[in-house]
């Protein structure tokens, strides 16, 4: 390809060139010519099929009175390109040789041409015509060799697209795109948590070791496990610390790598990747998202032939290697649900390991893993940052070590503090503060009441999560303010009380608004959709509901992803399912609302603080909380008219009650 090119360019170059010299001779008439030959100033004509070369032989000395002629002697020679360019190279040579001019005429008709020649001595000769063959083959075909090459640079580019040189011409010799790595570099030491995935996975990594082992005793190897979970809960990073462990080659490739336009290119890829890894055993394949291949057949209504090639392929190979020699496969799915079960049978991915959200000490250690890689102060607690972020994956929270060392840069630290993690957790959870965001007093306090409205109904009923922190300063992901909360300890599962707290909890900020403001603002959709997605899984999923009992209306469709749930049940089911959970709400709002009616002094007391701090800790509210508490305790007989003094009164006395 890239010699075609060059020579193509070195052809038109010496086109243009020869055209350009070409037109530095001068061309001059006939009759300019005949009075040139008759006064005697012509040292050299070549006669060519139509036109005259004329060389003029010009006076270069006048020595003695004697004009001294110069003829050139014309030199025979020059290359390829000079001969194919009519000569223009070896009349330059000349030229330059000589000094002398050279000028050319049309051809006339002239009988007499060759007596007046030799009439005043001049030298004469024909030019003989070498009819260069290759190069009016080259010219011939060089519009074809043209239109040739950008015709391969079209469908390199085409190819380029599609990933690897299945091109229109390339199905069968496909290249799949394998990223084949000798060393991951990647232990289990780099995945945190997930014991129970690296326990199993371990297994694996003993196989590898020494496959004979197994062999010996008949033991039958597993072909391939299917890591199954959320995202970013470390599958990617867990396959590749299996072949880190076992130290073998380590092919990964993404299912939808797989598939292609053109029916037939994903079957053979997946044909010549496991040539490929035959021929490397022992190995790991890596199938990441698996699911873009193995997505069940039995969908009738976007069938697709190529995938169905390219999954049936996977199948017949999966079956067809020798597990012996030591090559496993592992996929990695986020939507094991629509696997086709084909896939899932015994002798092909035949175990599965969950990799699941980390619990409290999997994110702890997970984030002791990340903060490894950065500076960090020794004060650090991680443990607190592990605390406020149930329900975060592997990646956010490697995410967040990074956004705090960021955050510290930002204020010109030399080391990561707790403050900047703090930071960090919520700008992965809300997004960055909104600084510029200008609202008036009246929204701000709105925003501070509806938030002490979530924190208050919390800390009243018991059932829900301790508060950790408070705010009002908008965020760029929505909000206008939130409530962190923490678990005191990890829950694997719900009671019905506490699920029904946590959506009194959710209602407290709009049923705040309603108390103290009697208006009703946009501010609670969240809430309302997260309240509804509490009180309708209780009714259709959990059996907690009075009507329904333990019946199965609902079930998840993709567990890992959003979780969207399909109703399995009748219209007129469905109705009465609506109806069930918009009772479960309107209690929960009622209650909400209820409490903070008997605490609203309470209420305001927090409310205007946080207003005018925008941003308060869990200890602080607690401590204003229970302040009020014991206040209004006290008070309870005495009128209110005494509250001011006694609000203060207490301060002092608080710390030695609190130490007893
Ligand atoms: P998945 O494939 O499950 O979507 P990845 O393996 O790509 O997730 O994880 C993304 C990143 O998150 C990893 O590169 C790693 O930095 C971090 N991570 C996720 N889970 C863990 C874990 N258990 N231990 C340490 N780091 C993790
Ligand atoms: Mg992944
Ligand atoms: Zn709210």
Redesign the pocket.
């Known amino acids: 390809m890239s010699v075609l090119v060059i020579a193509t360019i070195v052809i038109v170059l010496q086109l243009i060139f020869g055209a350009l010299m070409g037109d530095r001779t001068e061309r001059i008439q006939y009759n300019e010519f005949l009075e040139k030959l008759e006064a005697g100033e012509v040292a050299l004509v070549e006669v060519q099929p139509d036109r005259l070369i004329i060389t003029l032989a010009e006076p270069v000395e006048e020595a003695g009175g004697f004009t001294v002629r110069v003829t050139p002697t014309p030199e025979p020679g020059g290359g390829f390109f000079d001969r194919a360019m009519g000569n223009v190279m070896t009349r330059q040579a000349d030229q330059a040789a000589a000094q002398a001019v050279v000028v050319y005429t049309g051809r006339m008709p002239d009988p007499e041409l060759l007596a007046r020649l030799q009439r005043h001595g001049v030298e004469y000769k024909a030019s003989i015509q070498t009819v260069n063959y290759f190069w009016m083959i080259l010219q011939f075909l060089l519009p074809f060799l043209l239109i040739f090459g950008f015709f391969i640079l079209i469908r390199r580019t085409m190819s380029g697209m599609m990933g690897g040189r299945g091109g229109i011409m390339g199905i069968g010799q496909s290249n799949a795109k394998v990223y084949m790595e000798k060393k991951t570099g990647v232990t289990f030491n780099?995945?945190?948590?997930?014991e129970e995935a690296k326990e199993s996975l371990t297994e694996i990594v003993d196989f590898l070791h020494n496959p004979d082992k197994y062999v010996a005793i008949g033991a039958q190897q597993p072909k391939g496990a299917l890591?199954v979970?959320?995202?970013?809960?470390?599958?990617?990073?867990?396959a590749k610390a299996v072949a880190g462990e076992a130290s073998v080659v380590f092919f990964s490739l993404s299912g939808s790598d797989f598939v292609e336009m053109f029916v037939g290119v994903g079957a053979s890829r997946v044909r010549d990747l496991f040539k490929q890894a035959a021929q490397q055993a022992p190995c790991i394949i890596f199938i990441?998202e698996i699911d873009a291949i193995g997505k069940s057949r039995d969908n009738q209504l976007n069938s697709n032939d190529e995938r169905e090639q390219t999954l049936n392929q996977l199948l017949s190979e999966m079956d067809g290697f020798d597990s012996s020699k030591g090559v496993v496969i592992l996929g990695?799915t986020?939507r094991p649900e629509i696997l086709d079960k084909a896939l899932l049978r015994p002798g092909r991915f035949d175990r599965r390991i969950n990799?699941e959200l980390?619990d409290l000490k999997?994110r702890v250690?997970?984030l002791k893993?990340?903060a490894k890689k950065v500076k960090m102060s020794d004060k650090v607690d991680l443990s607190r940052i592990g605390k406020i972020t149930p329900g975060a994956?592997?990646?956010d929270?490697?995410n967040m070590i990074n956004e705090a060392a960021l955050h510290a840069v930002r204020m010109k630290r030399q080391e990561v503090q707790q403050e900047d993690l703090m930071e960090a957790v919520e700008v992965v959870i809300a997004g960055k503060e909104k600084k510029d965001r200008i609202m008036t007093e009246k929204e701000k306090r709105i925003v501070a009441y509806h938030e002490v409205g979530h924190a208050l109904v919390s800390a009243l009923l018991k059932d829900a999560k301790p508060v950790e922190k408070i705010t009002i300063i908008p965020r760029t992901k929505g909000s206008l303010g939130y409530v962190l909360q923490a678990p005191e300890e990890e829950r694997f599962m719900s009671t019905k009380d506490e699920m029904l707290a946590e959506i009194a909890v959710s209602m407290g900020g709009r049923a705040a608004e309603q108390v103290h403001f009697d208006v009703m603002t946009t501010g609670a959709s969240n809430d309302i959709e997260k309240a509804t997605r509490m009180a309708r899984s209780m009714v259709s999923m959990y059996g907690m509901s009075d009507k329904f009992g333990m019946m199965n209306l609902e079930s998840v469709g993709n567990r890992y992803l959003d979780g969207r749930a399909v109703l399995n049940v009748s219209d007129a089911t469905g109705a009465d399912l609506d109806k069930e959970v918009g009772k479960i709400l309107q209690e929960c709002y009622t209650r909400a609302v209820n409490l903070l009616q008997e605490n609203e002094h309470k209420m305001k007391e927090i409310a205007e603080y946080l207003f005018n701090k925008e941003t308060m800790t869990g200890d602080e509210f607690m401590e204003l909380y229970k302040k009020e508490a014991e206040a209004t305790a006290e008070v309870e007989a005495p009128a209110e008219m005494e509250t001011p003094t006694e609000v203060e009164a207490p301060t002092e006395v608080e710390a030695p009650a609190e130490a007893e």
């Open positions: 780099d995945v945190a948590g997930q890591l979970g959320p995202p970013g809960t470390g599958k990617t990073l867990m990441d990695a986020n990799v980390p999997g250690d997970i893993v990340h994956a592997g990646a929270l490697a």
